[in-house]
Protein backbone atom coordinates (compact mmCIF):
# COMPACT_ATOMS: atom_id res chain seq x y z
CA UNK A 1 0.00 0.00 0.00
CA UNK A 2 1.09 3.58 -1.39
CA UNK A 3 0.99 6.77 0.27
CA UNK A 4 0.07 10.04 -1.45
CA UNK A 5 2.14 13.11 -1.66
CA UNK A 6 0.51 15.66 0.45
CA UNK A 7 2.17 19.23 1.64
CA UNK A 8 -0.01 19.41 5.12
CA UNK A 9 0.21 16.93 7.97
CA UNK A 10 -3.13 16.42 8.31
CA UNK A 11 -5.37 16.97 12.07
CA UNK A 12 -7.83 15.06 13.62
CA UNK A 13 -8.52 12.19 15.95
CA UNK A 14 -8.77 9.93 12.22
CA UNK A 15 -5.07 9.96 11.98
CA UNK A 16 -2.17 8.86 13.07
CA UNK A 17 1.15 9.79 12.66
CA UNK A 18 4.50 7.84 11.74
CA UNK A 19 8.30 8.67 10.93
CA UNK A 20 8.87 8.73 7.38
CA UNK A 21 12.08 5.72 7.23
CA UNK A 22 14.64 7.06 4.67
CA UNK A 23 15.00 3.22 3.69
CA UNK A 24 14.19 0.19 1.07
CA UNK A 25 10.34 -0.82 1.77
CA UNK A 26 10.07 -4.63 1.73
CA UNK A 27 7.14 -7.48 2.11
CA UNK A 28 8.12 -9.93 4.30
CA UNK A 29 6.59 -13.06 4.94
CA UNK A 30 7.64 -16.09 7.11
CA UNK A 31 5.99 -19.76 6.93
CA UNK A 32 6.97 -22.54 8.45
CA UNK A 33 10.07 -20.49 10.09
CA UNK A 34 11.18 -19.37 6.67
CA UNK A 35 11.61 -15.94 6.05
CA UNK A 36 11.17 -14.46 2.43
CA UNK A 37 11.63 -10.79 1.89
CA UNK A 38 10.14 -8.79 -1.43
CA UNK A 39 10.62 -5.46 -2.54
CA UNK A 40 8.15 -2.90 -4.23
CA UNK A 41 8.62 -4.34 -8.12
CA UNK A 42 8.22 -7.93 -6.37
CA UNK A 43 12.17 -9.34 -6.30
CA UNK A 44 13.16 -11.46 -3.40
CA UNK A 45 15.95 -9.64 -1.70
CA UNK A 46 16.21 -11.81 1.14
CA UNK A 47 19.77 -12.64 0.44
CA UNK A 48 21.13 -9.24 1.08
CA UNK A 49 19.53 -9.40 4.58
CA UNK A 50 20.59 -12.01 6.24
CA UNK A 51 20.64 -10.58 9.68
CA UNK A 52 17.27 -10.06 9.11
CA UNK A 53 16.10 -13.50 7.93
CA UNK A 54 16.01 -14.96 11.45
CA UNK A 55 12.27 -15.27 12.16
CA UNK A 56 12.48 -13.72 16.03
CA UNK A 57 8.82 -15.06 16.44
CA UNK A 58 9.84 -18.61 15.04
CA UNK A 59 7.67 -20.53 13.34
CA UNK A 60 4.64 -18.28 13.64
CA UNK A 61 3.06 -17.65 10.58
CA UNK A 62 2.85 -13.80 9.84
CA UNK A 63 3.01 -11.44 7.03
CA UNK A 64 4.42 -7.56 7.90
CA UNK A 65 5.03 -4.85 5.84
CA UNK A 66 8.43 -2.66 6.94
CA UNK A 67 11.38 -0.25 6.00
CA UNK A 68 15.21 -2.01 6.38
CA UNK A 69 17.21 0.79 7.35
CA UNK A 70 20.54 1.33 8.39
CA UNK A 71 22.15 4.26 10.20
CA UNK A 72 24.92 6.92 8.96
CA UNK A 73 27.90 8.35 11.04
CA UNK A 74 25.88 10.62 12.80
CA UNK A 75 22.90 8.10 14.18
CA UNK A 76 20.17 8.97 11.71
CA UNK A 77 18.52 6.72 8.76
CA UNK A 78 20.13 7.24 5.32
CA UNK A 79 19.46 5.59 2.37
CA UNK A 80 22.79 6.15 0.78
CA UNK A 81 24.27 4.32 3.24
CA UNK A 82 22.19 1.00 2.35
CA UNK A 83 23.88 1.31 -1.25
CA UNK A 84 26.62 -0.58 0.39
CA UNK A 85 24.17 -3.82 0.20
CA UNK A 86 21.89 -3.57 -1.37
CA UNK A 87 23.11 -5.37 -5.11
CA UNK A 88 25.66 -7.67 -3.43
CA UNK A 89 24.94 -11.05 -3.38
CA UNK A 90 28.16 -12.72 -2.72
CA UNK A 91 28.16 -14.79 0.32
CA UNK A 92 31.27 -13.42 2.33
CA UNK A 93 30.73 -10.11 0.67
CA UNK A 94 27.04 -10.23 2.52
CA UNK A 95 28.94 -11.33 5.87
CA UNK A 96 31.44 -8.93 5.77
CA UNK A 97 28.95 -6.17 5.20
CA UNK A 98 26.66 -7.10 7.56
CA UNK A 99 29.16 -6.38 10.41
CA UNK A 100 30.20 -3.62 8.68
CA UNK A 101 26.73 -1.48 8.05
CA UNK A 102 24.26 -3.68 10.09
CA UNK A 103 20.22 -3.39 9.15
CA UNK A 104 17.15 -2.89 11.01
CA UNK A 105 13.74 -4.13 10.03
CA UNK A 106 11.17 -1.23 10.98
CA UNK A 107 8.02 -2.97 10.67
CA UNK A 108 5.19 -0.69 10.81
CA UNK A 109 2.33 -3.02 10.10
CA UNK A 110 0.72 -6.40 10.12
CA UNK A 111 -1.17 -8.12 7.48
CA UNK A 112 -1.12 -12.10 8.72
CA UNK A 113 -0.77 -13.40 11.79
CA UNK A 114 -0.92 -17.28 12.81
CA UNK A 115 -2.75 -17.60 8.95
CA UNK A 116 -5.40 -14.49 9.94
CA UNK A 117 -5.45 -12.63 6.63
CA UNK A 118 -5.54 -9.04 8.62
CA UNK A 119 -5.87 -6.61 5.58
CA UNK A 120 -9.11 -5.87 5.71
CA UNK A 121 -9.30 -4.98 9.63
CA UNK A 122 -8.77 -1.35 10.56
CA UNK A 123 -5.12 -0.17 10.53
CA UNK A 124 -5.80 0.99 14.81
CA UNK A 125 -5.86 -2.53 15.24
CA UNK A 126 -3.90 -3.94 13.00
CA UNK A 127 -1.26 -1.77 14.62
CA UNK A 128 -2.75 -2.99 18.41
CA UNK A 129 -1.71 -6.45 17.39
CA UNK A 130 1.44 -6.06 15.66
CA UNK A 131 2.52 -3.76 19.68
CA UNK A 132 1.63 -6.88 21.08
CA UNK A 133 4.14 -9.29 19.45
CA UNK A 134 7.92 -9.95 21.43
CA UNK A 135 9.86 -8.17 18.99
CA UNK A 136 11.87 -5.45 21.34
CA UNK A 137 15.08 -7.44 21.40
CA UNK A 138 15.36 -8.39 17.85
CA UNK A 139 16.49 -6.47 14.70
CA UNK A 140 12.66 -6.41 13.93
CA UNK A 141 11.79 -2.89 15.64
CA UNK A 142 7.92 -1.33 15.71
CA UNK A 143 8.81 2.29 15.64
CA UNK A 144 6.35 4.46 17.82
CA UNK A 145 2.84 6.03 15.93
CA UNK A 146 1.94 9.46 17.70
CA UNK A 147 -1.59 11.75 17.95
CA UNK A 148 0.32 14.75 17.24
CA UNK A 149 1.74 15.26 13.08
CA UNK A 150 2.45 18.68 14.17
CA UNK A 151 4.90 17.77 16.82
CA UNK A 152 6.60 14.81 15.12
CA UNK A 153 7.06 17.04 11.70
CA UNK A 154 9.05 19.06 14.11
CA UNK A 155 10.81 16.92 15.76
CA UNK A 156 11.68 14.73 12.39
CA UNK A 157 12.76 18.35 11.25
CA UNK A 158 14.98 19.01 14.44
CA UNK A 159 16.61 15.36 14.12
CA UNK A 160 17.15 15.41 10.67
CA UNK A 161 15.10 12.56 10.10
CA UNK A 162 12.88 12.14 6.33
CA UNK A 163 9.82 13.03 7.19
CA UNK A 164 6.05 12.05 8.36
CA UNK A 165 3.79 9.25 6.82
CA UNK A 166 0.15 10.14 8.50
CA UNK A 167 -2.52 7.46 8.53
CA UNK A 168 -6.45 7.08 8.71
CA UNK A 169 -6.75 4.92 11.79
CA UNK A 170 -9.65 3.26 10.05
CA UNK A 171 -8.02 2.41 7.13
CA UNK A 172 -7.99 -0.54 5.14
CA UNK A 173 -4.82 -2.14 3.62
CA UNK A 174 -4.70 -2.29 -0.37
CA UNK A 175 -1.45 -3.63 -1.85
CA UNK A 176 -0.23 -2.55 -5.14
CA UNK A 177 -2.74 0.83 -4.15
CA UNK A 178 -1.88 4.68 -3.55
CA UNK A 179 -4.36 6.03 -1.48
CA UNK A 180 -4.66 8.98 0.22
CA UNK A 181 -5.80 7.13 3.53
CA UNK A 182 -1.96 7.26 3.69
CA UNK A 183 -0.41 10.86 3.02
CA UNK A 184 3.26 11.25 3.49
CA UNK A 185 5.36 14.69 3.32
CA UNK A 186 9.15 14.20 2.89
CA UNK A 187 11.01 17.66 4.29
CA UNK A 188 14.05 17.52 1.83
CA UNK A 189 13.42 18.07 -1.63
CA UNK A 190 14.12 14.78 -2.85
CA UNK A 191 12.98 13.49 -5.80
CA UNK A 192 13.47 9.84 -7.73
CA UNK A 193 14.76 10.75 -11.81
CA UNK A 194 15.01 8.68 -14.54
CA UNK A 195 18.71 8.00 -16.12
CA UNK A 196 19.37 8.83 -19.97
CA UNK A 197 22.64 9.60 -19.83
CA UNK A 198 26.20 10.04 -18.51
CA UNK A 199 28.88 11.90 -18.75
CA UNK A 200 32.88 11.16 -18.06
CA UNK A 201 35.29 12.66 -15.90
CA UNK A 202 37.12 15.70 -18.39
CA UNK A 203 40.19 13.81 -20.34
CA UNK A 204 38.84 9.98 -20.06
CA UNK A 205 36.37 8.56 -22.15
CA UNK A 206 34.95 5.50 -19.33
CA UNK A 207 35.24 7.03 -15.60
CA UNK A 208 31.66 8.15 -14.90
CA UNK A 209 31.39 11.88 -13.70
CA UNK A 210 28.29 12.91 -13.69
CA UNK A 211 24.47 11.49 -14.30
CA UNK A 212 21.77 13.09 -16.88
CA UNK A 213 18.32 12.87 -15.82
CA UNK A 214 14.72 13.60 -16.52
CA UNK A 215 11.09 13.10 -15.41
CA UNK A 216 8.73 10.96 -16.76
CA UNK A 217 5.65 12.63 -17.23
CA UNK A 218 2.73 12.11 -19.57
CA UNK A 219 4.46 14.28 -22.57
CA UNK A 220 8.00 11.60 -22.35
CA UNK A 221 10.90 11.73 -20.69
CA UNK A 222 11.69 15.79 -19.75
CA UNK A 223 15.51 16.26 -19.42
CA UNK A 224 15.78 17.96 -15.94
CA UNK A 225 19.91 18.30 -15.54
CA UNK A 226 23.15 17.15 -14.76
CA UNK A 227 23.54 15.22 -11.29
CA UNK A 228 27.78 15.17 -10.35
CA UNK A 229 27.80 15.87 -6.85
CA UNK A 230 27.94 12.45 -4.87
CA UNK A 231 29.60 10.51 -7.51
CA UNK A 232 33.44 9.32 -6.95
CA UNK A 233 35.02 6.27 -6.63
CA UNK A 234 33.48 3.11 -5.63
CA UNK A 235 29.66 4.70 -6.56
CA UNK A 236 31.42 6.29 -9.94
CA UNK A 237 32.73 3.02 -10.86
CA UNK A 238 29.12 0.90 -9.86
CA UNK A 239 26.76 3.41 -12.03
CA UNK A 240 29.42 2.91 -15.14
CA UNK A 241 28.93 -0.88 -14.67
CA UNK A 242 24.87 -0.78 -14.13
CA UNK A 243 24.64 1.44 -17.03
CA UNK A 244 26.98 0.03 -19.77
CA UNK A 245 24.35 -2.47 -20.68
CA UNK A 246 22.57 0.10 -21.66
CA UNK A 247 24.11 2.29 -24.20
CA UNK A 248 22.28 3.57 -27.39
CA UNK A 249 22.66 5.45 -30.18
CA UNK A 250 20.46 8.54 -29.58
CA UNK A 251 18.59 10.78 -26.57
CA UNK A 252 16.12 8.95 -25.12
CA UNK A 253 14.61 12.25 -23.80
CA UNK A 254 11.38 13.75 -25.67
CA UNK A 255 12.89 17.08 -25.56
CA UNK A 256 15.79 19.24 -26.68
CA UNK A 257 19.06 18.72 -24.01
CA UNK A 258 21.19 21.81 -24.26
CA UNK A 259 24.23 21.19 -26.51
CA UNK A 260 26.17 21.76 -23.05
CA UNK A 261 24.90 19.05 -21.51
CA UNK A 262 24.80 16.85 -25.02
CA UNK A 263 28.33 17.52 -25.73
CA UNK A 264 30.56 14.05 -24.93
CA UNK A 265 27.41 12.03 -23.33
CA UNK A 266 26.87 8.66 -23.31
CA UNK A 267 23.35 7.81 -23.99
CA UNK A 268 21.13 4.87 -22.13
CA UNK A 269 17.87 3.33 -22.52
CA UNK A 270 15.80 4.75 -19.48
CA UNK A 271 15.53 2.24 -17.55
CA UNK A 272 17.69 3.21 -14.27
CA UNK A 273 16.36 5.22 -11.38
CA UNK A 274 17.81 7.38 -8.94
CA UNK A 275 17.03 9.12 -5.84
CA UNK A 276 18.21 13.46 -6.22
CA UNK A 277 18.34 15.72 -3.72
CA UNK A 278 17.83 18.94 -4.96
CA UNK A 279 16.92 22.71 -4.05
CA UNK A 280 13.89 22.08 -6.50
CA UNK A 281 13.57 23.44 -10.00
CA UNK A 282 14.95 26.49 -11.38
CA UNK A 283 13.94 27.05 -15.35
CA UNK A 284 13.06 23.17 -15.43
CA UNK A 285 16.29 22.56 -13.87
CA UNK A 286 17.24 20.90 -10.44
CA UNK A 287 19.07 23.32 -8.76
CA UNK A 288 22.56 22.02 -6.52
CA UNK A 289 21.75 18.57 -7.05
CA UNK A 290 23.08 15.50 -4.89
CA UNK A 291 22.99 11.99 -6.13
CA UNK A 292 21.39 9.92 -3.41
CA UNK A 293 21.34 6.28 -4.75
CA UNK A 294 19.52 3.85 -7.14
CA UNK A 295 16.38 2.72 -6.89
CA UNK A 296 16.28 -0.38 -7.78
CA UNK A 297 12.86 -0.81 -6.15
CA UNK A 298 11.38 1.53 -8.48
CA UNK A 299 10.92 1.77 -12.35
CA UNK A 300 10.37 4.38 -14.72
CA UNK A 301 7.17 3.50 -15.11
CA UNK A 302 5.96 3.64 -11.17
CA UNK A 303 7.22 7.55 -11.60
CA UNK A 304 4.51 8.58 -13.80
Not at 113 to 129: C, K, S
Amino acid sequence: MLATKTDRVPSGAQWLHEVKWDGVRVLVDVRDGSVRMTSRNDNDVTPAWPELSDPPLGMRDLLVDGEIIALNDRGVPDFRVLQNRMHVRNAREVARLVKAVPATLMVFDLLRLDGEDLTDRPLEERRALLEQLPLADTRWQVPAAYDDGDMLLEATRAQGLEGVVSKRRASRYRFDRRSEDWLKLAHRHRGSFVVGGWRPQVGTSDRLAALLVGEQTADGLLYRGRVGSGIAGATSARLARLLAPLATDASPFADEVPRVDAAGTFWVEPRVVVDVDTHGLDYARLRQPSFQGVRDDLTPEDLR
